[in-house]
């Protein structure tokens, strides 16, 4: 059974920096795809940076480009997204996700596992 549990959100001021992270068992992340999600209020589930399971690239989106970074620590099964240089607007709950087939780029990945999430909050 695969299991994603995300750790490390909370609250932190305009331009600081949190890191998320991502526990998994069940899977090894060195090979699946992951995917970190956010939702904020009121709003749809967005991808925002991932990292695949072939050649460990990464992709994100522009929102985020040049300030969250994706991770992993394959002796820990864990997967960390770094968030600096944060903004109100990235206030939102993090959801990590993994592919549910191994050896994909996270471009084509489905994802079908997801942890409980960890609200991030952005805030004076």
């Known amino acids: 059974q695969v299991q994603l549990v995300e750790s490390g959100g909370g609250l932190v001021q305009p331009g600081g920096s949190l890191r998320l992270s991502c526990a998994a068992s069940?899977?090894?992340?060195?090979?699946?795809?992951i995917a970190w999600f956010r939702q904020a209020p009121g709003k749809e589930r967005e991808g925002s940076i991932c990292?695949?399971?072939?050649?460990?690239?990464?992709h994100s989106v522009d929102s985020v480009k040049g300030r969250f970074t994706i991770s992993r620590d394959n002796a820990k099964n864990t997967v960390y997204l770094q968030m600096n240089s944060l903004k109100p607007e990235d206030t939102a709950v993090y959801y990590c996700?993994?592919?549910?087939?191994?050896?994909?780029?996270?471009?084509?990945?489905?994802?079908?596992?997801w942890g409980q999430g960890t609200q991030v909050t952005v805030s004076q």
């Open positions: 996700a993994a592919d549910q087939v191994a050896g994909r780029l996270c471009t084509i990945a489905t994802f079908g596992y």
């Open positions: 069940g899977l090894t992340v060195e090979h699946y795809a």
């Open positions: 990292i695949s399971g072939t050649d460990s690239s990464t």
